[in-house]
């Protein structure tokens, strides 16, 4: 296909994504009550709002993350249909695997992100109050704290899959990502304390998994890499030999 075709097919590519987003952000809507008892329930205090935008403001935040936690494989696989013409057979199965995968860490990130907040973050904001003020949450603060502490953990989930992908395309290597790892712990820790408040224990409690899960993708790049690399040699014998053979 010349340039023009590969933009019309991107673009439905995205359409399609985007109806999957419509759906996902519908149900989001529909059951939007249940998805807030589920986040209320491991809070102590009740929320308040103090305007009546708050209302729908929360209809349309929940909703969103339903759709988009929902999009995320349709995407993906979306993007793999796009690109499947130009892998090989192998390439193909191999690159498919990354979808449910990518899906799966994402929950995973968003899971872990919870459990810090609800048993961590909160209880020890909550702790320096120590009866001075009369502590009053507002849905939308609550939940933009809530999601600005998660969030960042779905998308670093991530990043044993990314690390795997980019491996088999040839763009990373696990020498690349030993050779930045200490730059890479830098990053992890700042961001672990954006994402936390100013306390070093609890900083170092939520950078610590991060820098475990960098770790562990240097490990799953280097399975990739020596993979990618036995393929290479047994193509090139097999070359030589029907060369010797001709």
């Not at 097919?9 to 999957?20: A, D, H, K, P, Y």
């Not at 695997?97 to 992100?113: M, R």
């Not at 830098?186 to 304390?193: E, P, Q, R």
Request: proline share 4%; net charge positive.
């Amino acid at each position: 296909m010349n340039f023009t075709d590969h933009l019309a097919e991107l673009r439905n590519r995205l359409i399609v994504t985007g109806i999957f987003f419509v759906v996902f952000f519908a149900l989001g809507f529909v059951y939007v009550k249940d998805i807030y008892s589920f986040f209320e329930k491991d809070i102590s205090f009740t929320l308040a709002t103090t305007s009546p935008g708050d209302i729908i403001w929360i209809y349309f935040t929940l909703a969103s993350i339903v759709a988009i936690v929902g999009t995320i494989p349709i995407l993906s696989l979306q993007l793999w249909l796009f690109i499947r013409p130009g892998l090989t057979t192998n390439e193909r199965k191999a690159s498919l695997a990354y979808i449910p995968a990518l899906f799966i860490l994402f929950i995973s990130g968003l899971v872990f992100g919870y459990i810090i907040f609800v048993k961590l973050i909160l209880p020890f904001l909550l702790t320096l109050n120590d009866g001075m003020f009369t502590i009053i949450f507002t849905v939308d603060n609550y939940f933009r704290f809530l999601f600005r502490v998660t969030l960042p953990f779905a998308i670093l989930f991530e990043i044993p899959i990314v690390s795997m992908f980019l491996t088999q395309l040839g763009i990373l290597t696990p020498q690349f990502m030993k050779k930045t790892r200490k730059y890479a712990y830098f990053v992890l820790v700042i961001i672990g304390a954006v994402v936390t408040p100013p306390d070093f224990i609890l900083q170092i409690v939520v950078a610590i998994p991060l820098i475990i899960l960098y770790e562990i993708s240097i490990q799953l790049c280097s399975f990739v890499y020596k993979k990618k690399l036995r393929k290479h040699e047994m193509f090139m014998k097999s070359d030589s030999v029907q060369s010797g053979v001709e």
